[in-house]
C-alpha cells in the first residue's frame, strides 16, 4: 500500500458520512463506491480510502485520500457544530456529493503535505475494525527506470527477481544513459518516470 501512495500527488483528504434520510446505509455503501468507481473511470479520479463507524452514533463513513484531476460540483464552505469538540467547524463540502449522499468535506494537502496524517488515520480505522482498504484501479506501484550496477546492493525474493539499492540510487535515462538524477532527493523526478503496476 505504501508504495502506491508514495508514486501519486495526492491533492484531496476526504470524508463521506452517511445520511439515513437519504439512503439505507447498505445503498451508501454501494452507490458511493459505483460513484467513486465511475469517477475513477470518467474523470481520472484515484482513491485509497476505508469505511468506518463514529465511536459515538455508529454512523457510517467512508475516508480517503484522492488525486482528483477533474473536479465535480463545486466546493462550498459550510460551518456547523461540532459534537466531538463541542465548538463550530468549518467544512469543504461538495455539492455533487452533498446532494446524493450527504455531508462530506473535501481538505486540500498541497505537495503531498498531510497525506502521513491522512494514512495515520485510515491505517488507523484498518486496524481497529478490520475494514478492507479500497483502492481505486490504475494506481501504479512502481515507476521504471535503468540504473547503474554500482546502485544494486543484491538480488532478494524468489528466485532473485527483485534487487535491493541503496539509498542514494541514481535513475538513468534509458536511451542516452545520461543520470536523470536521485528520487529520493528529488520527488519531481518520480512524476517523470513511466510507472507500472
Known amino acids: 500500500m505504501y508504495r502506491k501512495i508514495g508514486l501519486q500527488q495526492w491533492t484531496h483528504f ?46 457510517l463513513h467512508f475516508h480517503g485520500i484522492f488525486v482528483i484531476a477533474e473536479m ?21 463540502q461538495n455539492t455533487f456529493f452533498l446532494e446524493r449522499f450527504g455531508r462530506n468535506d473535501f481538505k486540500e494537502t498541497i505537495n503531498n503535505i498531510g497525506v502521513n496524517d491522512a494514512v495515520g488515520y485510515i491505517m488507523k480505522y484498518i486496524r481497529k475494525t478490520g475494514e478492507k482498504v479500497i483502492y481505486s484501479k490504475h494506481l501504479q506501484t512502481y515507476f521504471v527506470a535503468d540504473i547503474l550496477d554500482d546502485d544494486v546492493v543484491c538480488k532478494i525474493g524468489q528466485e532473485d527477481r527483485k534487487i535491493l539499492l541503496f539509498d542514494d540510487f541514481k535513475c538513468l535515462d534509458f536511451e542516452t544513459g545520461e543520470i536523470l538524477g536521485q528520487p529520493n532527493k528529488d520527488k519531481s523526478l518520480i512524476d517523470k518516470l513511466p510507472k507500472a503496476y
Open 72 to 92: 465535480v460540483g463545486e466546493i462550498i464552505e459550510t460551518k456547523d457544530y461540532s459534537t466531538k469538540t463541542h465548538q463550530m467547524q468549518i467544512a469543504h
Open 14 to 59: 476526504c470524508t463521506f458520512t452517511y445520511d439515513g434520510n437519504k439512503l439505507i446505509e447498505e445503498e451508501f455503501r454501494n452507490k458511493l463506491l459505483t460513484c467513486l468507481r465511475h469517477l475513477s473511470h470518467r474523470k481520472n479520479w484515484k482513491y485509497i480510502g476505508v469505511f468506518e463507524r463514529s465511536p459515538n452514533l455508529e454512523r
